[in-house]
């Protein structure tokens, strides 16, 4: 039988990505920029969170976004309409960003007028968690209607963020969706993780979510 060479890429990619992430955090720290990670699925409402916060908060903080699909530029159209500096990246297929995708973004962004950088992930449950991007802190949407199992489906993206925001709360009385069955299943995947429902359609728990942001930005900036 012939003889042939295995390389086990996997850990050296993400051990690599890792010193990037770690690299690209302390230059933001430097400068003043903080950097959110946005996660979620498709259809969680991501977009429309992200332009209630916005508009909350623009008139204080500097805002950019980055806008990650895999094609298209829907999601940016709509975020340009807040006023805010914003710019689309296409993935070429893949479906997660990486520490050196998410720096030739902010390049492309400039972060020189930039207090917080808004990183809105591809829509995936799983390839993101997978990989540091060199955020300040991360966060993940869960909506209504997609179950309150996903954290057992998806453990690590519950494990991974700062933050999880229980999305189109306005429909909870549709949906056989157990909040508190839910929060409980993330805290014991990850019990320093806050939880806040909202409602991006209505309004409701924007505020506490902005509140979230000016806190983290502040410590950031002071720590």
Sequence with gaps: MAEFRVLEIKQSVFEDNNRQADLLREELKKEKTFLLN???????????TLTKTINNLKKDIRIGVMEADIDSDVDAHTISETGVKVI???????????????????????????????????GNLVCPAEFDTGASKSIMILSVPE????????PLMFSVVDLVLINKIDVLNYFDFDLEACKERIKKLNPKAEIIPISARTGEGIDKFSDWLRREIKNWNEG
């Design 38 to 48: 946005v996660m979620s699925s498709p259809g969680s409402g991501k977009t429309t």
């Design 88 to 122: 689309q990246l296409h993935t070429g297929g893949m479906c997660h960003l990486d520490a050196d995708m998410t720096r030739q973004g902010l390049t492309a962004l400039g972060t020189e007028d930039i207090d917080l950088a808004i990183l809105e992930n591809v």
């Design 147 to 154: 179950g309150d199992d996903k954290p057992l489906k998806y």
